[in-house]
């Protein structure tokens, strides 16, 4: 009964092959409006600049099936990091296949120099259930993609969150604020404890 309602989110993935093709992802489109989440799949180099320094979308998603046409330069990717837009990354493909889990990790790896682990999503684009794994078998992946230990599990944690909260953002004329309970130093709990139970702790 204390249990939360599970909320299904819609997301549109736009595979964009021509500069032509960024202009359904204008803000002042209807159609990007009905969903919560905004994908942008580019091609080349020159689609992957826009995708992270003008356009209004949540995630760039990383192609792992096959070798990239195009190294990752430092500008594009820290304005991405900078505007608060998440780069995604697939494991499923690493899992089906022998050659695409060497072009998963190598371009993984390649953009992990690169941004330095920061605003990295790991998600399944699985097919079938048998395809998917559990968050800490999928944050192990990470290791293998460059990251560390807390990035890896920020990858299927944090960031996923934050790539919501991104895109009610997009959505909002002001932006989205949420609250975190903060944990209470050990100073101030004893502050708060009684002068006999001080003395006990104390003796």
Known sequence: GTSKRIKVLTRLTLVVSDPSHCNLLRSTSANIRLYDIIAVFPKTEKLFHIACTTLDVDLVCI?????????????????????????????????????????????????????????????????????????????????????????????????CRATMLHGETRKSACGVVYTVKKPRKVEEEETTLPACKKAKTQA
């Open 63 to 159: 192609n792992v099936t096959e070798k990239l046409p195009f190294y990752f330069r430092r500008p594009p990717v820290n304005m991405a990091i900078d505007r608060g837009i998440y780069f995604e990354l697939l494991y499923t493909p690493a899992i089906k296949d022998s050659t695409m889990r060497r072009y998963t990790i190598s371009n993984a790896i390649s953009l992990m120099q690169i941004c330095k682990g920061k605003n990295i999503v790991i998600s399944s684009a699985a097919e079938r259930p048998l395809e998917l794994r559990g968050p800490y078998d999928v944050a192990n992946l990470g290791l293998l993609f460059g990251l560390s230990e807390s990035e890896a599990k920020a990858a299927v944690s944090t960031n």
